[in-house]
């Protein structure tokens, strides 16, 4: 099942990167691009949740995270937790841009 929804967002997200591409303003200049970032960041999340499938679990306070793919390793789950920072970097770079379009 979360293998479908992980195909279903790469293929929804090539399909926006595609139409960034080939249709979007030339106008929106570094705008394209940074959409451009955002795209690819959500394909490769994709791609990582389904090859690594992550999974959690509680106990009272307590919430543990877990791969169903790799059980005894710890590093791709821990380079999947990572990666869900990488969408707050890019916020606030998106932040930066508009700030310093709209000074201009």
């Known amino acids: 099942m979360i293998f479908s929804f ?8 090539s399909l926006l990167l ?4 080939y249709s979007s303003k030339p106008q929106l200049g570094n705008y394209r691009n940074l959409l451009k970032v955002f795209t690819l960041n959500d394909i490769l999340m994709a791609t990582l949740h389904a090859i690594v499938r992550p999974s959690s679990f509680s ?7 877990f791969s169903y793919t790799y059980p005894r390793d710890k590093h791709p789950l821990a380079l999947t937790c990572g990666w869900y920072t990488v ?3 890019l916020m606030n ?3 930066l841009h508009r700030f310093w379009s709209v000074r201009r």
């Open 6 to 13: 992980s195909v279903l967002g790469i293929l929804l997200n």
């Open 18 to 21: 595609v139409l960034i591409i």
């Open 93 to 95: 770079i998106n932040f």
């Open 87 to 89: 969408p707050f970097t």
């Open 59 to 65: 106990s009272g306070s307590a919430l543990g995270v």
